[in-house]
């Protein structure tokens, strides 16, 4: 019999598999969060930079809107991914980067929570029982690390 962790969690049956996809289910919509957010707010911008006609978008605001389609656009991706079990492990722990990334990169105390932050922390909570015991039985590709590693 195998040692391996993920396998004895997979022996538990269908009550673990339906947690694992509820989990998935939430994870893939707290990652939706922050691109909608994001978009949202682009959106609010632009137009007070069009009402505003003496007025032209610095180089810096520009980047920050290139920035945030980037990450948003993976973090979408991501949630896909997750909402459908592909490599459920891998994007939870790169879900789980991206939160602990954003949360230090973007709080002024990291130490506290606020309404932006609030998201990615949920991310990083949703995604720590995926990546310790996998998508479950309801994953379209179910290989666990043995063929990561």
Do not use: K
């Not at 007025?55 to 990450?71: E, W, Y």
């Not at 879900?95 to 130490?111: D, V």
Request: hydrophobic share 60%; glycine share 6%.
């Amino acid at each position: 019999m195998h040692n391996n962790p993920s396998h004895l969690w997979a022996q538990t049956g269908l009550p673990t598999d339906l947690f694992c996809l509820a989990t998935r289910m939430f994870l893939a919509g707290a990652l939706l969060v922050h691109p909608a957010s994001t978009a949202l707010q682009m959106s609010q911008a632009w137009r007070a930079y069009v009402a505003a006609e003496d007025s032209a978008p610095s180089f810096m605001f520009l980047l920050d809107d290139i920035r945030n389609l980037v990450v948003g656009a993976l973090l979408v991706l991501i949630a896909v991914w997750i909402a459908f079990g592909l490599r459920t492990r891998v994007m939870a722990l790169l879900a789980a980067a991206i939160a602990i990334t954003f949360h230090f990169a973007t709080a002024y105390n990291p130490l506290t929570v606020t309404s932006e932050t609030l998201p990615m922390l949920l991310t990083l909570i949703a995604a720590l029982p995926l990546i310790a015991i996998g998508g479950g039985r309801f994953s379209l590709w179910r290989g666990g690390w043995r063929e990561i590693l």
